[in-house]
């Protein structure tokens, strides 16, 4: 006697697909240097974002994309968090490189210190509530920042820093939200010299950034 299979309802298997696409999405927050120094960098930034947003569509991963502008806070200018339409996320990758050649570059400090600390927690802020598949990039020419703080009551799944050799793990501390769920407050950011994208991006680069945001969704369970 043959098994019965009865036909999965359309309704049932929309809803399993939008779960798996929950499960499986990866918020992700470009903060960016936006003061007058950038000015010849910033195009090399913009080829690392689409790099590397193109590489994450090749996997099992529904990137979400955001973007948080770093200015010098001292001298009057707000940090900007970019919306995209109704959210501070958005799915649709063009839209976001659009907004990111629109970013005017201006003002900065005189001692190459800009409020980095301050974009990344309102950038953290724009997350909905912690998560393992949240995620910052952040690119930065300053040589500090001059607003310290840590951001160990917002953990995150990761963070990867392209900034100058003068800023380091010691500046930011940071909670990772681990496989388990656990907290590891030991963990830390991973640092590349921003003036390595001055030079064309090889895979392995691309893949050395890339993989550690794909890796993210190991352990993140349907319908979490």
């Known amino acids: 006697m043959g098994r019965y299979n009865p036909e999965i309802p359309e309704e049932l298997q929309k809803i399993v697909r939008e779960e798996q696409e929950k499960a499986f999405t990866l918020y992700l927050d ?21 790099h590397f947003v193109e590489a994450l569509q090749k996997y099992d991963v529904y990137p979400r994309l955001g973007m948080t502008i770093i200015r010098d806070e001292e001298h009057g200018e707000d940090t900007e968090c970019i919306r995209f339409e109704d959210s ?24 190459g210190r800009e409020s980095v600390h301050t974009a990344i927690r309102k950038s953290l802020s724009k997350f909905n509530g912690y998560g393992r598949n949240h995620a910052i990039l952040l690119f930065s020419d300053a040589y500090g920042s001059n ?38 407050e030991e963990a830390s950011p991973m640092f590349i010299r921003i003036d390595h994208l001055l030079k064309p991006l090889s895979s392995e680069m691309i893949e050395n950034v890339v993989k550690p945001l794909k890796d993210l969704m190991k352990g993140v369970s349907i319908g979490v």
Not at 30 to 50: E, H, K
Not at 88 to 111: A, E, N
Not at 169 to 180: H, L, S
Request: proline share 4%; no cysteine; net charge negative.
């Open 88 to 111: 501070w996320f958005t799915d649709d990758s063009v839209q976001f490189l659009k907004k990111m050649r629109s970013i005017p570059l201006y003002g900065g400090g005189d001692d």
């Open 147 to 184: 607003d310290r703080g840590s951001f160990l009551d917002m953990p995150v799944g990761q963070a990867v820093f392209f900034t100058t050799d003068r800023m380091s793990e010691e500046d930011f501390r940071f909670a990772f939200i681990n496989a388990d769920g656990s907290i590891d």
């Open 30 to 50: 470009f903060i960016i240097d936006g003061t007058a120094s950038m000015y010849t960098l910033y195009p090399a930034v913009y080829f690392a974002a689409v």
